[in-house]
Structures are given as C-alpha cells and as structure tokens.
C-alpha cells in the first residue's frame, strides 16, 4: 500500500520542488493565525498580531509582538508549539517521518520534495536520513524536557512545570527561542543545568541533520564527509569567537555583565549568550543594553546562522567557511580551494557566493524600507532586521514599536529567511548547460 498526496499532472504544469514547500509554509502560517484568532484561545490579538506570531513560529524565529505565556491560553501555546516543531522540522520532513511510523512507503515526487526540503543531492539516502531525524528529535527533546523540568518544576509546580519544560525543550532543539517568561529566561541566568541543557539542544539542532546522520552512523572524525568536517570545526571555532567576544566586551558592562558578582556566574551567562545568537532568540542578559561593539558582533553572527539541513537560519556556517577559504585562495594565487583533504569546486564556490550575495541585498533592502516609516537607532533597525532573515528571534526591544509597514518588513524577512534558501537552492542546483561560448576578456577589479 502506497499513500501519496494528490498531485498536479506533469502534462499541464511542472511546479518545482521550492514552490510547493513555500505554499506548504505559507498555508501553515495561514493556518495558524486563524487558529490563534479563535476565541479563548488568547486575549484580544489582532490580526496583524496573530499573523506576526504564526509566522514566527513556524519559521522557527521568535521574535513576538505579544508575551507568549501570559497572552495566550493553553491551547493557544499549544498551536504555537506544534507550529514551531512542524516549522523547524519542516513540513516534508514530518509527512516523511509519520509515514516511516505507519511503515508506509514514501512515493518518489515527495521524496523530491522531501531533496529539497532537507538540502539533499541524493533521493537515496533521504529515507536512512529520516529515521535518524526522528530519533534525534525524540530522544533530545525528551532528554531536554527531563533536564529542564528540574529547573522549573520547584519553582511552577508538577504540572505547570513539566509544560514549560517540554515547551522550551521543543523551542530550543527547533532553535525557536520562544518562551514562555516575559523576560526570556534572564531569571535563570545562573542555574547550571539550564545553562547546560538549553545551549545544548541548541547546538544539537543547529548543526543539521546530515551532520548528525555522521554522527550517529560513521562516528569516526577520519570518514566524517567534508560537510560534517567543516560544520563541525566551524561551528566551534564560532563559538569561541562569540563567548569570547561577548565576555570580553561585555564584563564590565553594568547593563550586562557587569552587575553580576561571581566570576562563574559571568562565565554561566557569556557562555548562553554566546551559543545562542547565531540560531536561537533566548537570552539570559539585556540584550538591549550590550555595548555597540557588541551588538555589531551579533548582527554578523546572526546572518551567518547554523548548519544546512537544520532548524537554524542564516547564510550557514558551510557557507560562510567557503568564503573564507576562497579569499585565502586568492591572496595564495591558488587555482583551487581545498580543505581537510578535500577539494572544493568552483560551481560550489559561485552557489555560495550567489547565495551570500543575494542575502544582502535581501538584509539591505528590507532594512531600507523599514527605515523609512521608523527613525529610531539605525543599528536597533539593523540588529531587527539581521535577527529575522536569520531566523535567530533576539532583540533589542524594537519588534513591538514597528508600525504596519515595518511588521509586514519582519514577517517577509522571516519567510524568506526560512524558506528562501530552499528555493534559491534549487536553481542553484538546476544545471544549465551554456548553448553559446564567447571568448574570454579582462576587467580592472580593486
């Protein structure tokens, strides 16, 4: 028995993958701010409000216009947790992995849909790399859950207690940075085990799933495939730069770090900001009150995002290292960029330098329009902005003084921070063999 979706005949019309996955995303949305308009479910919220909400949540954002856990009922939290575990598993991904349950097998137009949802090259392994998904997802947000419920519970009671836990358990492994507290968890800024379990489901879901099929399967660093390699050296080297910088500049800092006693605590909090900026809006400090060094560090950190195949956004990690080696390349006079062993084509590097190319022109246009209808610090409007493409959910206070024109600004920055990638990615991966070679010619660079 094989169960497969209505589909458009290939006769009439030929939809490509990212097409689909972006109406897939967008009736979510659609979905979800209905269900958040329903009565009870929240206090008086208007529609631009519920709107801004579902779409953060379901591309995994967290940006809020509203304070989740006290604006919202029960079920009301609910819709927004199951609306981020569907955003950051992505939709293809969660069909894939209900049928896997029912032992159903998956038909081959999803299993594309399914390529492009997950970053993938190859049909063939999409099924070895759904059930690693499920048990990943599973066993670390259940494992977070306990952890956390040990944090909240003494404080929230059994029941109360146990929800908050498994709400930010599921948040934080989606790399939603939804909360259920006001103030984020600033209130738990030195308690060890929140410390330990939130950056590390972070961290869990912000390097990918391809990352973590290594992990699981290969578990040797020697035949890791290159991507792994690179993410994995990468993303440490990423987080030594961000807790560094943000302890360094940040320890004196009355607004931050400065008012806080012990040295362990300092580190405690330097630590969880750091981890958590380039994928996830949770913070333990005021994020308003960094110094402007600071906050530039952040903006740079948040576009680069997380891993490929993850619920993290950005440019990614991968992406950003190509750059790197390419302009090392360049000043070496090297014909081509290798690493680990391995070389990197050049059809690899134009992808990456499309890709980073047309997500700044991506930054600074909707920076520019949201500066139009607001006057307010331009590095505010600039760390907005950088947090919604990259899906990363911090702020310094801005998101709820935006008038109409700058939400409506913030909700296409986080779609297209989300589901972007996915559909500029196909074209990237669609060969197109030139029909006509011209003669080559020398332009005057620098």
Known sequence: MQISLPQISSKKFRVPPPAVLAATYAILIILGTVLLKIPGVSQPLAWSDALFTATSAVTVTGLSVVDIGSHFSLFGQIVVLVLIQLGGLGLMTFAALVLSVLGLPIDIPHRTYLREDLNQTSVGDLIR????????????????????????????????????????????????????????????????????????????????????????????WQKFSLHSKLMLSGSAALILWSVASFALLEWNNPATLGHIPGIFDKIQISWFQGTTTRTAGFNTTNIAGMHDSTTLTFILLMLIGGGSTSTAGGIKVTTFIVLLLATVAFFKRRQQLHAFGRAIGLEEVLKVLALTMISMLIVA?????????????????????????????????????????????????????????????????????????????QIYLG
């Open 365 to 441: 246009a909707a920076l520019f329009v949201i500066t139009i209808s607001h006057d307010g610090d331009f590095l505010d409007l600039m760390f907005e902005v950088a947090s919604a493409f990259g899906t990363v959910g911090l702020s310094r206070g801005v998101t709820t003084e935006l008038d109409t024109l700058g939400r409506t600004v913030i909700i296409l920055t986080m779609f297209i921070g989300r589901v972007g990638p996915l559909t500029l990615g196909f074209f990237l991966a669609t060969r197109m063999p030139p029909r006509i070679r011209y003669p080559s010619s």
């Open 129 to 220: 790399l759904v059930k690693v998904i499920l048990r990943v997802v599973l066993l670390c947000e259940l494992i977070g859950a306990i952890l956390l419920a040990f944090v909240f519970i003494p404080d929230a009671g059994w029941a109360e207690g146990l929800w908050q836990a498994l709400f930010h358990s599921i948040s934080a492994f989606n790399n939603a940075g939804f909360s259920l507290f006001p103030d984020s968890l600033t209130r738990y800024a030195t308690n060890p085990l929140l410390n330990f379990t939130v950056p590390g489901l972070l961290l869990i879901g912000g390097l990918g799933f391809s990352v973590l099929s290594d992990i699981y399967y290969v578990r040797r």
